[in-house]
């Protein structure tokens, strides 16, 4: 019965494109980001990191973050495992471990039965059986539209406590999964995505960042984040003024799902609203050499990949434990150089 209901149509948004805009969130934020009035509170919400961290006295800390958000896909068993997978990848941006997950959920009661939301929770529950996770509980609310996430805590080794500002200049720049899913979620939501293309975002989506949780040990990876709705740009801004550094791109080097695929669906103008939202944000803290640049830097990823900054003395050793861990064709797609006018330029 519940393979009918196609719960992308029941959303006004998708993924990680549901994020409030970067410079709306700013404003929501002004005069109330400074509050770290606990000494033990390691990581806040002064640098826009992934996860909180609170040191628990014993030489591990404590990590604690949620997210959410509205249907990507249709099928819900697909949008519970990517909403869990995206949920938990925070605290693998962190260099940490997960230890807990509990669910978050909004349900149009009026409109979807319960047991779609179940197919949900179902697939929620596999992701966090794959990452060695509970699925605990949580808590629900009858709202418009469906929605559907993790409040996840996980630990770390304050030494192997990674977070997104720590880039030097020299280092270089790694992002672990193609961009582009912002791109094929949206021909989906307009009926455009062709059979034979179906599981190419999917793929990307579902495949957890368990990576982040073993960089965590290498002292020699200065800065870590995951790339979601602010675009490889926004969140690649965000490590740069973090670091106060600034980054250097090349444009050709950047890993996309399916290069000819994607160009094929943005010829059908298959590009997300989070799109504009975002260089309406931040587009002036970056320059690029074709405006036709922006369709990928600034596409709204769900669920992506993992971004490093490397020390440039390290690079041979990183991507040998890169291949090792099933990265066999990680490439650098950029370097950290001195602090400029604009934090992002690609050439």
Same mark, same amino acid.
């Given at each position: 019965?519940?393979?009918?209901?196609?719960?992308?149509?029941?959303?006004?948004?998708?993924?990680?494109?549901?994020? =409030?805009?970067?410079?709306?969130?700013?404003?929501?934020?002004?005069?109330?980001?400074?509050?770290? &009035?606990?000494?033990?509170?390691?990581?806040?919400?002064?640098?826009?990191?992934?996860?909180?961290?609170?040191?628990?006295?014993?030489?591990?800390?404590?990590?604690?973050?949620?997210? &959410?958000?509205?249907?990507?896909?249709?099928?819900?068993?697909?949008?519970?495992?990517?909403?869990?997978?995206?949920? #938990?990848?925070?605290?693998?941006?962190?260099?940490?471990?997960?230890?807990?997950?509990?669910?978050?959920?909004?349900?149009? =009661?009026?409109?979807?039965?319960?047991?779609?939301?179940?197919?949900?929770?179902?697939?929620?529950?596999?992701?966090?059986?794959?990452?060695?996770?509970?699925?605990?509980?949580?808590?629900?609310?009858?709202?418009?539209?469906?929605?559907?996430?993790?409040?996840?805590?996980?630990?770390?080794?304050?030494? $192997?406590?990674?977070? $997104?500002?720590?880039?030097?200049?020299?280092?270089?720049? &790694?992002?672990?999964?193609?961009?582009?899913?912002?791109?094929?979620?949206?021909?989906?939501?307009?009926?455009?995505?062709?059979?034979?293309?179906?599981?190419?975002?999917?793929?990307?989506?579902?495949?957890?960042?368990?990576?982040?949780?073993?960089?965590?040990?290498?002292?020699?990876?200065?800065?870590?984040?995951?790339?979601?709705?602010?675009?490889?740009?926004?969140?690649?801004?965000?490590?740069?003024?973090?670091?106060?550094?600034?980054?250097?791109?090349?444009?050709?080097?950047?890993?996309?799902?399916?290069?000819?695929?994607?160009?094929?669906?943005?010829?059908?103008?298959? #590009?997300?609203?989070?799109?504009?939202?975002?260089?309406?944000?931040?587009?002036?803290?970056?320059?690029?050499?074709?405006?036709?640049?922006?369709?990928?830097?600034?596409?709204?990823?769900?669920?992506?990949?993992?971004?490093?900054?490397?020390?440039?003395?390290?690079?041979?050793?990183?991507?040998? &434990?890169?291949?090792?861990?099933?990265?066999?064709?990680?490439?650098?797609?950029?370097?950290?150089?001195?602090?400029?006018?604009?934090?992002?330029?690609?050439?």
């Amino acid at each position: 019965m519940e393979m009918n209901y196609k719960l992308t149509q029941y959303s006004h948004g998708a993924g990680c494109g549901c994020k =409030i805009s970067p410079a709306t969130l700013d404003k929501i934020l002004e005069g109330s980001v400074k509050n770290n &009035f606990n000494p033990a509170l390691l990581v806040g919400n002064e640098e826009r990191d992934d996860a909180a961290v609170l040191d628990l006295g014993d030489g591990t800390a404590l990590i604690s973050t949620t997210d &959410f958000f509205m249907p990507i896909v249709d099928d819900p068993f697909d949008f519970g495992r990517i909403a869990a997978v995206n949920a #938990i990848s925070d605290v693998y941006a962190m260099g940490g471990t997960p230890i807990l997950a509990i669910a978050i959920l909004g349900w149009p =009661i009026d409109k979807l039965p319960p047991e779609v939301a179940g197919k949900v929770i179902d697939g929620a529950k596999e992701v966090c059986k794959l990452a060695g996770i509970p699925l605990a509980g949580g808590h629900s609310i009858d709202s418009p539209e469906p929605i559907f996430g993790l409040a996840v805590n996980g630990r770390v080794r304050i030494e $192997n406590l990674k977070k $997104n500002g720590g880039a030097k200049t020299g280092d270089f720049l &790694f992002l672990t999964k193609g961009l582009g899913v912002g791109i094929l979620t949206t021909a989906q939501k307009k009926d455009l995505l062709l059979s034979d293309h179906a599981n190419i975002a999917l793929e990307s989506m579902t495949k957890l960042n368990i990576f982040g949780e073993k960089v965590g040990a290498l002292s020699y990876v200065h800065a870590l984040t995951d790339v979601t709705g602010f675009g490889l740009a926004g969140h690649l801004t965000e490590m740069m003024e973090a670091s106060n550094t600034s980054a250097r791109i090349e444009f050709e080097a950047i890993p996309v799902l399916n290069k000819e695929i994607i160009n094929y669906y943005l010829e059908k103008g298959c #590009i997300p609203g989070g799109t504009k939202r975002n260089y309406a944000s931040y587009g002036h803290k970056i320059e690029v050499s074709a405006d036709s640049q922006l369709n990928i830097l600034c596409d709204p990823q769900t669920s992506g990949g993992l971004l490093m900054a490397v020390d440039k003395l390290h690079i041979e050793e990183f991507i040998l &434990f890169a291949n090792e861990n099933g990265f066999q064709n990680l490439k650098p797609i950029g370097t950290v150089i001195d602090e400029q006018i604009k934090r992002v330029s690609v050439s």
